[in-house]
């Protein structure tokens, strides 16, 4: 008998890639500041369409399986002045505010506060020391910025996230797919919401407790 699969079937990053104008800091960032080992790399001469440039595609390993990759172009020049806002991949007007550039980023996990200040040990150590070390709700994380202008952060996890947690996770996204798509989008209107689905869902809940409840003791008497 075959057993059905997951709706859920990924398993995680494979790699995240991004392209870089100076594969040699990149290399030194990666590679020897934080010490992730190099364990790919495609040479890739006329690939492509015509007048593609040739190319390196180069791999970091990143722990568990999962990579972060870069590519460097042959020949091609930066698309952005060196002092304008933004990484190697876009240019944002002087006026975009900071929070908004460093919205995108990537976030690697390591698993414990001493492997946490290591990392800061080898960053500020480095031309790119921590820019901020920040404790969140459920993480802790410190943050600088790669040669390419990427922001890197590196993470532990303070505790387990609950299952109570992923339940508020689902009714505020759910809260915000339907504030988003209205009038004037606001914060106050997504709470309100999110009440207002509680509400509407409380007695499912309870439903899906009692008869978790009715289960539970069968198994007891059983």
Not at 39 to 52: D, E, F, L, N, R
Not at 139 to 168: F, W
Request: overall charge negative; proline content about 6%.
């Amino acid at each position: 008998m075959t057993t059905a699969k997951s709706v859920h079937r990924v398993q995680g990053v494979d790699h995240t890639a991004f392209p870089t104008f100076d594969p040699a800091g990149t290399v030194k960032f990666y590679r020897d500041v934080l010490k992730f080992p190099v364990v790919h790399s495609i040479c890739a001469a006329g690939w492509g369409p015509q007048k593609h440039p040739d190319f390196i595609h180069f791999f970091f390993d990143i722990g568990n399986d999962d990579r972060i990759a870069f590519f460097y172009y042959f020949g091609l020049e930066p698309y952005r002045d060196a002092g304008a806002p933004g990484d190697a991949w876009a240019q944002f007007a002087p006026d975009v505010p900071e929070f908004f550039l460093n919205s995108r980023h990537l976030a690697i996990h390591v698993e414990d506060e001493e492997d946490l200040l290591e990392y800061r040990r080898r960053l500020d150590e480095s031309d790119w020391p921590v820019e901020m070390q920040v404790m969140h709700e459920t993480i802790e994380s410190i943050y600088t910025h790669d040669p390419n202008g990427y922001m890197i952060e590196l993470t532990r996890a303070l505790r387990p996230v609950t299952p109570q947690e992923d339940l508020d996770a689902a009714l505020t996204i759910d809260a915000l797919c339907e504030v988003a798509q209205g009038e004037t989008p606001s914060m106050d209107k997504l709470l309100t919401r999110k009440a207002e689905l509680i509400v509407q869902r409380a007695a499912e809940w309870e439903l899906v407790q009692l008869n978790e409840g009715i289960a539970d003791t069968k198994l007891v008497q059983s």
